[in-house]
């Protein structure tokens, strides 16, 4: 028996996360703690919070687990930098300096900033720790696994074999070809931001046609047996990590897009043809995605996929994957992206310490609690209204009912990048105006970006075509909405007819459940539109000082935070 903590950062977005005698005690994301979004460095505020929920001292950790091989990390930056030389003269200095400067020691930093001793700090691979969390928080005893995201070490994506408690490699792609970073160069190129754009891209794809086949074919090649290799002379990232695409990927599709231009859709010829590039990218996506599933399928002979790294978040391509990889289940961890590694990094090291394999994730609220009753003292002396509901479903209900907006607090936050009814925005999904109202004032999301509806588990597939699976707890994946119901959900609808599902049940959370139940009851339908609590562009919110501080800095209606009812007005 053992208590493992699992680290990631230094690249993308950090976290840490903690499994005690084989049970998943917390995982939590530096960025909600620090509060900046995405924050990549050493997670020590999620790793101390982690122990301190679990009444730990670092002390008490049998092993530490970093979820990346620093120094095999460092011979690829090395050995990709010399490659190109000289034209990655310019970055070379800056590689070395960040790989130097910190990274292959961070084992060191990692023991000194806990306060733990050396010889228990230990990393894993990369995609060994993508792999994990994707299929050792599965439901499946047995599992083919594909892991695919930008590059780890020197993999870009792996195919596995999960059984029982052990992994076992069947194949690997590795950098420079990499789909993570095929989506990534074009998501700067379209003038969005990498690592944060990624959405944008696929929302955007479906207002465009994938028209673009040709020139794509340029840029990517898909083989028979689910490889593929990048066209390399459009892609910088071998000489420019920061920009991601070449002058000759200009010379391909045409100029870039210029970032934080206002998009017009209908009336731009030029937003057009960038749409049907999104639209393109998307199509060719799937496409490898599918291959490499079809792939894995043959090699395993498993029925269930798993999926983890920063590509499987891509919902759209997961709906597909289910639909005709030939897979009859298919699960992808919530946190799909680099902060998963921790959990899966925090797992690996609990089963190699001879612990049993955690029971599957049954629920994304992994986080830190609020305090309802110091949100309370707070609203006060900061004269805000606060009332303690006597029902907080039907409360709720009928504010979102009658076209309020609630931002809606209960227990511990969420894991992963979604909102899925610890920390959400609620708004009436059958009504235009509340919709509207939110993406003015709050969310100020691009037009082509959908908001989320969350259902009642059991009633799903009423509403929900192929809702719901293994995939749609934690929002992983689209469903089409049932013909009947397109023109009631509009506010949730995609522009092809598709919605980014979040089933709800008593085990995933029980008081956004008990919301939905009530809304049954007002609006007709057991759905709310459902949205991540924060807003454009910031992290989602933590505790209830974030909380109480986004009411009085926005304009929604209630703030909602256990069974506390707090408004700007008096109560
Ligand atoms: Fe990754």
């Not at 921790?342 to 001879?354: D, F, Q, S, V």
């Not at 612990?355 to 004269?383: H, K, N, T, W, Y």
């Not at 992290?539 to 009085?552: H, V, Y």
Request: with cysteine.
């Amino acid at each position: 028996m053992a208590a493992v903590l699992g680290i990631s950062g230094e690249y993308h977005d950090a976290a840490a996360a903690l499994v005690v005698d084989g049970v998943i005690v917390a995982a939590v994301q530096e960025e909600r703690l620090s509060r900046i979004k995405n924050d990549a460095r050493l997670p020590i505020h999620a790793a101390r919070a982690c122990l301190a929920h679990a009444g730990l001292a670092a002390g008490d950790l049998d092993r530490v687990v970093f979820y990346e091989d620093p120094v095999e990390k460092l011979e690829r930056v090395l050995v990709s930098t010399l490659r190109t030389f000289p034209r990655s003269l310019r970055q070379f200095p800056r590689a070395l300096g960040t790989q130097l400067g910190g990274k292959v020691w961070v084992i060191d930093r990692i023991a000194e900033a806990l306060g733990v001793a050396r010889d228990r700090v230990t990393s894993t691979e990369h995609h060994r720790a993508h792999a994990a969390s994707a299929f050792l928080c599965s439901p499946y005893p047995r599992a083919a696994v594909l892991t695919v995201d930008g590059v780890g070490e020197a993999t870009s994506t792996a195919l596995w074999h999960g059984d029982g408690t052990q992994l076992r490699e069947l194949g690997r792609i590795e950098y420079p070809h990499s789909l993570g970073l095929l989506y990534a160069g074009l998501t700067a190129y379209l003038g969005f931001e990498v690592n944060e754009g990624e959405y944008k891209v696929m929302g955007l794809a479906a207002y465009g046609k994938p028209r673009l086949g040709d020139e794509f074919a340029k840029l990517i090649q898909l083989a028979s047996d689910g490889t593929f290799e990048l066209g390399l002379p459009y892609f910088a990232y071998l000489a420019d990590a920061e920009l991601g695409f070449g002058p000759a990927m200009e010379q391909l599709l045409g100029p870039r897009r210029p970032a934080h231009r206002p998009w017009d859709l209908e009336h731009s010829a030029d937003d057009q043809h960038y749409a049907d590039i999104a639209a393109t990218l998307q199509q060719v996506t799937e496409e490898a995605l599918l291959g490499l599933a079809r792939e894995a399928r043959w090699r395993t002979g498993e029925p269930a996929l798993c999926l983890a790294g920063g590509v499987a978040l891509n919902a759209v391509a997961n709906a597909r994957l289910l639909r005709e990889s030939g897979f009859e289940r298919v699960f992808v961890h919530p946190a799909a992206g680099d902060a998963g590694g921790a959990l899966g990094a925090a797992i690996l090291g609990a089963i190699e310490l001879g612990d049993p394999r955690p029971a599957a994730l049954a629920s994304a609220a992994l986080g830190l609690p609020i305090d309802q009753g110091a949100a309370g003292d707070l609203a006060r002396e900061l004269g805000l209204g606060v009332r303690t509901a006597s029902d907080v479903a039907t409360d709720v209900a009928e504010l979102v009912a009658s076209g309020k907006i609630v931002a809606f607090c209960q227990g511990r936050f969420e894991w992963g990048p979604r909102a899925l009814g610890q920390r959400s925005i609620l708004a009436n999904p059958a009504d235009p105006d509340s919709r509207e109202r939110l993406n003015r004032a709050i969310k100020r999301r691009e037009p082509f970006r959908p908001f989320a509806p969350a259902v009642l588990r059991d009633r799903a597939s009423t509403y929900f075509e192929g809702a719901p699976s293994d995939l749609t707890p934690f929002m992983t994946t689209v469903c089409s909405i049932a013909p009947d119901h397109r023109e009631r959900l509009a506010s949730v609808r995609h522009v092809d007819g598709s919605a980014r599902v979040q089933t709800v049940d008593d085990a995933t959370a029980p008081e956004l459940a008990a919301v939905l139940g009530a809304l049954d009851r007002t609006i007709g339908m057991p759905i709310a539109l459902n949205t991540s609590f924060n807003g454009a562009g910031e992290p989602i919110i933590g505790n209830e000082i974030d909380a109480l501080g986004f009411l009085m800095s926005h304009p929604i209606d209630a703030l909602v935070i256990g069974e506390l009812v707090i408004t700007r007005g008096a109560a």
